[in-house]
């Protein structure tokens, strides 16, 4: 059974970082393109960013380049994202997706998500 378990959250201060984790099992972590996705409160889904197995290419949606850095740790098959000079803009739940390819053509599943608020 494959689980995407997503941790880190929580309250924090606009500038401050986080770091979230998506402890991964059930599947060949290695295999799959895996990315973060999020949804503010009354909007849609954002990719926020992704990692392509087959190239190790990463993706990252404009607003968060050079804040947030996805990674992966095959050995713990998990994915991270850490996120640096959060704004309040950032505030959303935050979910782990996997592909079910290394080169991202198509999402199987999702995780149940991990809020985080940026606020002051």
């Known amino acids: 059974e494959v689980q995407l378990v997503e941790s880190g959250g929580g309250l924090v201060q606009p500038g401050a970082s986080l770091r979230l984790s998506c402890a991964a099992s059930g599947f060949t972590f290695s295999s799959s393109a895996m990315s973060w996705v999020r949804q503010a409160p009354g909007k849609g889904l954002e990719w926020v960013s992704r990692?392509?197995?087959?190239?190790?290419?990463?993706y990252y949606t404009d607003s968060v380049k050079g804040r947030f850095t996805i990674s992966t740790d095959n050995a713990k098959n998990t994915m991270y994202l850490q996120m640096n000079s959060l704004k309040p803009e950032d505030t959303a739940v935050y979910y782990c997706?996997?592909?079910?390819?290394?080169?991202?053509?198509?999402?199987?599943?999702w995780g149940k998500g991990t809020l985080v608020t940026v606020s002051s």
């Open positions: 997706v996997k592909d079910w390819d290394p080169a991202g053509r198509g999402v199987d599943y």
């Open positions: 990692i392509f197995r087959d190239s190790s290419n990463t």
